[in-house]
Every structure is written in C-alpha cells, then in structure tokens.
Nanobody, 125 residues
C-alpha cells in the first residue's frame, strides 16, 4: 500500500523558515518523482516544487522560486524522504501543503496518482 506522510508544518512569522518532510512507503521512490503542492482557503491547489531521481534538476513554481528548496535524502535510513525547505516565508504562503508521488517530473497535479494528507503551514504578518 502506497503511503505518503507529510510533517513539519506549523505557525511561523513573516520572514521565517520551515522544513517540511514527506516520507514515502510502499513504492520504489527511485522510480518516482515527488512533488509538493499547496492549497490555500478558497484557492485552487498549485504546484510548488518537484524532484526525481532520474533527473535531479528541480522544478519550482514561480511564486516560490528562490525561496523554497526541494531535496531528497540519499542516506540509506531516510532515502524515502523528500524535504521542502521554505525560507523567507510570507503570509501568502499560508496553505495546506501536500506531497505527491508520480512518474513524471512535473508540478502539474494531474500527473500524480498518490497523495498525502497534507500539513498546515501558517505565516503570520
């Protein structure tokens, strides 16, 4: 059974940082891309970043490029974990953040069949 679990969300002040984690189980992560998405209240879900093993170049949404960094942990113990380091956070970054697994390296949510439950990020002004 495929399972994706996000963690690391919380409340942070404007300009602060958070690191989200996405732990995957039940699928060979080496053959999948991991994407991060977010959905703010009343808004559509948008792609934030994605990364794959076959192509380590990351893709970022234009609203987060230069502030967020997606990475994979190559250590054996945590090789199924993908991180999203979020710096210089703004109130408009407030959203539920989801990680997803799919075959294509993309920030289009339709390419991802497997999703986590999400973790809340709130940025105060």
């Amino acid at each position: 059974q495929v399972r994706l679990m996000e963690s690391g969300g919380g409340l942070v002040q404007f300009g602060g940082s958070l690191r989200l984690s996405c732990e995957a189980s039940g699928l060979p992560l080496d053959n999948y891309a991991i994407g991060w998405f977010r959905q703010a209240p009343g808004k559509e879900r948008e792609g934030v970043a994605c990364i794959s093993t076959s192509d380590i170049r990351a893709i970022y949404g234009h609203r987060v490029k230069g502030r967020f960094t997606i990475s994979r942990d190559n250590a054996k113990a945590t090789e199924n974990t993908v991180y999203l380091q979020m710096n210089s956070l703004k109130p408009e970054d407030t959203a539920v953040y989801y990680c997803a697994a799919g075959r294509a390296r993309s920030i289009l949510q339709g390419t991802y069949p497997f999703w986590g439950q999400g973790t809340q990020v709130a940025v105060s002004s």
